[in-house]
């Protein structure tokens, strides 16, 4: 019932689709500014259609390549090329499949949610170019298979960021926020492509299948595993390179906030595929793995060690967004610890794996909800000072009840989202050494005393003079709201679906590396 | 605000314009034979404006070419860039397929192989891209350009 | 000795452009910094595509077919073109915050703070 065409070309079509999208959408605004709204609002749609359509693709009939500028799509080695993949080629495995879900579904919502709470701002036909723009490259970041790929993808997507995070100038204070994530993300991308450069120059590759099967592990092999973890986990947020968070985080308009978030987990994805995919057993895994964990436990305890005392309701929740990302490179860092020893992976190390990218999915949906509730309370108050929001309870209902949700997610109560993938990283990370399971469980009942402490601050208690008038949130900005919170109850009660059907085949993708170079290489 | 050149710069900023857009053409033009290509070729175009940016003052620059005009060249570069590669989805192949190369039509003729003395006509899909993208970097740079100094202009005033 | 000039350069190139980053505290200066830094990894690059006695890769009216890697000029390239946008970003952002803040020296624009 698909037509063939779009069901082959499904892949270019993921990123085709948002990138014609924003070069029209100038010339579309012209016509009026509700054209331009529908449109943006129609290539969303579409490119979530695509997203669903290349993940189904991908659960049921396996890996999928995509050979760009080939006369048809899975010709990966040329027939006169000696058997060396010369074209960039997009591969999608479960893991990418699961990443490209998060981020249309995230996508979608941030887009319905910013049509109303954005539509009174000055420069629009900027910003939906450049928030088409940086969605196309986060969906291009987790598809491709080919290293200079993905750092073409990553530098589009950290100046489209950069230039959404300083979109309301304030002053200055956001310009500020944007310039110092701009640095980071700069020196970042130059380190990353240092990286490249060694290996290129080692072994005439650059497709990652290709270097898969050829990495041997000299001591400049070692040099660029440690540039390209130092870019990746600035890029993600991780603590030390983590002091661009906040600004970034609270001072960019809400919408792109929830965006930015399904971007930094677009970096984590990137340094997992590097790290698992790349070198694979080759590397020293006991050693890259402690340290991918010793950054996770940082980041958790300083993370929310630094969210207590915040006034500014978007700059706390950016330290916990620190500390859960702390959570996915503990869950994942056990799992490449293990890497090399078949029965300690079969017994905890695929369900460290499986908490870890459960909570990369969780965490997108939580979050991003937690960020558009913060966003609808400053639109309707104005204000994003803890100070002076109070008594909100009585007047908007549905946001509170948004709140409650994403709190409780986050905390790790169930029956909401955020236990299930806890869980899994509890149990396992307990068996590898139980004093990192103890502070993982110290760090979530300290998130939880914090977002107790900002709903009393926020919801209840009598309406602060000056808040009497306030409303309840639009209704676009609701139904971006539920649909993320639709998927943090769903996700919550029924977690062993969605484990069973996304999560488990990403992380059994993402520790074959033998199955990835296959795919591409053509069992060779 | 930013003085306006004598006559004698003037003059030759107008020449030098001239001079500058055939070269940056050409550049364009000739991506797939010689050194250059879009990018290369629309930095030099972009030169250009600069040097009559720089020969007559910022407003009378404003009152030659508005702001939406260039910013219109940017996109249209763009769509046509992406148009061109989605046309080969189109005719069944993949994205960004070469279907022009060795086909007889535009830019089709066949390339001879080894060294030669390059021929025009060659190339297939790359010269329309080339041209796409040097259409777009052109009206890039020039909007960058006109922004920031329209963003100096308000610190005087303020 | 002499063939490893090019890579000496990078790593000279590279630890002036850190250096200007770390220490500079006029955020201009610290743009500078970057811009080096971007070049001196270009460089690298390019050098590595050298083949001995190889001249560029370019058909036309070629006197030899031995030719250096064209790949990693297509690699440059394409960093080059990041390299622009990336500095004509951070120069819009630094003509804003001087129109907002009056200044460009680093330890002055603090205002968000913890």
């Known amino acids: 019932m698909i037509p063939g065409y779009i069901t082959t070309n499904a892949p270019a079509l993921l990123i085709a689709v948002p990138l014609l999208g924003a070069f029209l959408s100038p010339l579309i605004g012209r016509i009026s500014r509700d054209t331009r709204a529908l449109w943006v609002l129609a290539v969303m749609t579409l490119t979530t259609l695509i997203g669903y359509l290349t993940a189904f693709l991908v659960y049921t009939e396996g890996t999928l390549i995509y050979v760009f500028g080939a006369s048809e799509a899975s010709l990966a080695i040329p027939p006169d090329s000696g058997g060396i993949p010369i074209r960039i080629i997009f591969t999608l495995d479960a893991m990418s499949a699961l990443m490209v879900t998060i981020a249309v579904t995230v996508g979608f919502a941030v887009i319905l949610y910013s049509l109303t709470s954005d539509a009174r701002r000055s420069g629009l036909e900027a910003y939906y170019t450049i928030f088409l723009l940086m969605i196309g490259a986060v969906l291009g970041m987790v598809s491709t298979g080919d290293l200079f790929n993905f750092f073409v993808f990553l530098e589009i997507s950290s100046l489209a960021s950069a230039g959404l995070v300083a979109y309301k100038v304030e002053n200055g204070r956001a310009v500020e926020a944007g310039l110092k994530y701009l640095l980071v993300s700069t020196i970042g991308g130059i380190f990353f492509l240092f990286a490249i450069g060694i290996l290129y120059g080692q072994y005439n590759a650059l497709n990652m299948a290709m270097l898969a099967d050829m990495i041997q592990w000299t001591p400049l092999d070692k040099l660029a595993l440690v540039l390209v973890v130092a870019a990746l986990a600035a890029k993600c947020g991780a603590v030390p390179m983590h002091f661009w968070t906040p600004d970034a985080y609270s001072m960019a308009p809400s919408a792109v906030t929830a965006m930015l978030v399904v971007a930094s987990q677009a970096s984590l994805y990137g340094l997992f595929r590097i790290c698992f995919t790349l070198y694979g057993i080759t590397l020293n895994y006991v050693t890259i793995g402690w340290v991918i964990i010793i950054l996770g436990i940082l980041s958790m305890i300083i993370g929310v060690t630094m969210a207590i005392p915040q006034k500014d309701i978007k700059r706390l929740m950016a330290y916990h967004a620190v500390s859960q990302t702390g959570y996915m490179l503990l869950g994942v860092g056990v799992g490449l610890a293990v890497l090399g020893d078949q029965a300690l992976l079969n017994s905890y190390g695929m369900t460290a794996m499986e908490g870890g990218i459960f909570h990369i999915f969780n965490h997108a949906m939580y979050k991003g909800l937690l960020f558009l509730t913060a966003g609808a309370i400053i639109y309707q108050v104005g204000t994003s000072d803890l100070n002076r929001m109070g008594g909100l309870g009585h007047r908007m209902k549905w946001t509170m009840i948004f709140f409650i949700i994403g709190a409780l997610a986050i905390a790790g109560i169930p029956p909401f989202n955020g236990f299930a993938s806890k869980f899994l990283i509890y149990e396992s990370v307990f068996a590898f050494s139980p004093i990192l399971s103890v502070i993982a469980m110290v760090v979530s009942i300290l998130t939880l005393a914090s977002f107790v402490k900002v709903f009393h601050s926020v919801f209840m208690g009598p309406p602060l003079p000056g808040n009497e008038q306030v409303r309840e949130a639009p209704h676009t900005m609701l139904i971006g709201m539920t649909i993320l919170a639709a998927i943090v109850i769903i996700s919550g009660i029924f977690p062993e679906f969605f484990v069973q059907n996304l999560i488990t085949p990403a992380a059994h993708a993402l520790t074959d590396q033998a199955g990835y170079i296959s795919a591409v290489l053509g069992g060779a | 605000m930013l003085m306006r050149m004598s006559k004698i710069v003037r003059f030759g900023a107008d020449v030098l314009f001239g001079a500058i857009v055939i070269f940056g053409l050409y550049i364009i033009m000739h991506g797939h034979l010689t050194p250059g290509g879009g990018f290369q070729g629309g930095a030099v175009v972009a030169t250009g404006v600069a040097l009559v940016i720089v020969a007559y003052s910022y407003e009378e620059v404003i009152g030659m070419v508005k702001k939406f005009v260039l910013t219109i060249q940017e996109s249209a570069g763009l769509v046509m860039f992406a148009g061109v590669a989605l046309i080969a989805i189109g005719l069944g192949t993949t994205f960004f397929f070469n279907f022009l190369a060795n086909s007889g039509s535009l830019f089709g003729m066949t390339v001879p192989f080894g060294p030669n003395s390059g021929e025009l006509n060659t190339g297939g899909v790359l010269p329309l891209m080339n041209i796409a993208v040097g259409i777009e970097v052109w009206g890039g740079l020039a909007i960058i350009i006109l922004y920031m100094l329209s963003g100096i202009g308000k610190t005087e005033e303020a | ?114």
């Open chain 3, 1 to 114: 000795m002499f063939w490893n000039l090019p890579y000496i350069a990078v790593v000279i190139l590279s630890v002036i452009g850190l250096a200007t980053i770390l220490l500079k505290r006029n955020l201009i200066k610290i743009f500078f910094g970057v811009s080096i830094l971007t070049s001196a990894v270009n460089l690298f690059i390019i050098a590595l595509g050298y083949r001995e006695g190889g001249i560029a890769p370019i058909y036309t009216y070629a006197v030899s077919e031995n030719m250096v890697m064209a790949t990693p000029q297509a690699l440059t390239l394409t960093s080059i073109v990041i390299g622009v946008a990336t500095t004509a970003l951070m120069l819009s952002f630094a003509v804003v915050i001087y129109r907002m803040y009056g200044t460009v020296n680093v330890d002055e624009i603090r205002e968000l703070k913890e």
